[in-house]
């Protein structure tokens, strides 16, 4: 099969694209024809060994210390089950599927075997494979962080980076919670930000959220540029900060502050669960995939280029089958 291949830490033309051995399932294992990919902030954060200030040495040692540990990246995946191990009983050759290899990547191929009891769920008939796997990085993390951060129907939310792929899940999973959503983004995406339901849209380049006097029950920084400190004025008493990123620094001052919420590996929802949990959103229509662009396999390194620039709106598809 072919594999983009990422063998050293560096830029976008590190990755190349070609022939590696085919997975084999185990017998607990589903192997599935890949149609469909992105590539996420997460891939080329790996890609680059570009991480918030202080965890490069932890994030070598996780992730390989001189190279990719793991060569091929990816997080998730939309494809047909082609076959399965002998113990499978869940899912048959022919299932619509997204799926995850978690931190072990190797989404980034024309096959990928993921554990029958792993992160794997069925695609609703009404969904495509590019708009089921575009739902998954975004929407599991904002699954995660409202979980962890206990959003609750009324409460306000602010989201800072509200058009990338976190942002745009955030927005939709926050109003289908019921919350009332101040949106964070340039000018150029203030519309849809808004038609994803956002009650409110800041356009940074115009005002300071920090400064205009409002208050919210929680606060979201999917950029990096509001960390608690920034912002500690603007949540209300009982007030929730969700760091979705921050550095070594924000991560020790955040467990001596109630009011922060980070995730661990262990939190995340990149599961079973949190996967059916968006499917069925997305079949629903409560939550609609946002793509900022389609790149055809072949060209993967035009879509780790895309994400370095840090404005994709939402995510970045690749596909890779031929219904992709
Ligand atoms: N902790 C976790 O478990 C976890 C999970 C997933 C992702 N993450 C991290 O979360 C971050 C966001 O991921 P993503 O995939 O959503 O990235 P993305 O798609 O690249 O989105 C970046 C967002 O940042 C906004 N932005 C850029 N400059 C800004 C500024 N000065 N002020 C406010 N917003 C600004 C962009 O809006 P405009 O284009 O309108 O400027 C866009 O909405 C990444 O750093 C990623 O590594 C963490």
Redesign the pocket.
């Known amino acids: 099969m072919k594999a983009a291949v990422c063998e050293r830490y560096g830029p976008p033309e590190v990755v190349q694209v070609r022939e590696v051995p085919t997975p084999v399932p185990a017998d607990d294992g589903v192997l599935v024809e890949v149609m469909a990919t992105t590539v996420?902030?997460?891939d080329a954060?790996v890609r680059a060994l570009r991480v918030p200030r202080g965890l490069k040495l932890a994030m070598r040692l996780r992730l390989g210390v001189t190279e990719p540990k793991h060569p091929i990246l990816g997080f998730e995946v939309a494809g047909r089950v082609e076959a399965v191990g002998a113990a499978v009983t869940r899912f048959q050759p022919g299932d619509r599927v997204v799926a995850s290899r978690g931190f072990d990547f190797g989404c980034h191929a024309e096959q990928v075997t993921v554990a029958e009891h792993g992160a794997i769920a069925r695609i609703p008939e009404n969904l495509t494979y590019r708009d089921a796997v575009a739902l998954c990085?975004?929407g599991t993390?904002a699954l995660?962080f409202f979980d962890l951060g206990k959003l609750a129907e009324g409460e306000t939310i602010l989201i800072?980076?509200?058009?990338?792929?976190?942002?745009t899940m955030a927005v939709q999973l926050a109003k289908h919670l019921g919350a009332e959503v101040t949106g964070?983004?340039?000018g150029?995406?203030v519309e849809l930000v808004r038609s994803l339901g956002a009650d409110h849209v800041i356009d940074?380049t115009a005002e300071d959220f920090t400064r205009n006097g409002q208050r919210y029950d929680v606060i979201m920084d999917?950029?990096?540029?509001?960390p608690y400190k920034r912002v500690r004025d603007s949540l209300a008493p009982g007030g929730r900060f969700l760091m979705?990123?921050g550095g070594l620094g924000q991560m020790i001052a955040a467990t001596r502050q109630k009011a922060v919420v980070?995730?661990g590996e262990g939190d995340?929802q990149m599961t079973a669960d949190g996967y059916r949990a968006l499917m069925a959103l997305g079949g629903e229509g409560a939550m609609k995939a946002v793509i900022d662009s389609v790149v055809p396999f072949a060209q993967i390194v035009e879509a780790h280029r895309r994400?370095d620039g840090?404005?994709?709106?939402?995510?970045v598809v690749v596909t890779v089958g031929p219904d992709g």
């Open positions: 996420n902030s997460g954060r990085f975004g993390t995660t800072n980076g509200a058009s990338g792929a976190v942002g964070v983004c340039s150029a995406n940074y999917n950029h990096g540029n509001a979705v990123i980070s995730a995340s994400v840090g404005h994709k709106v939402g995510s």
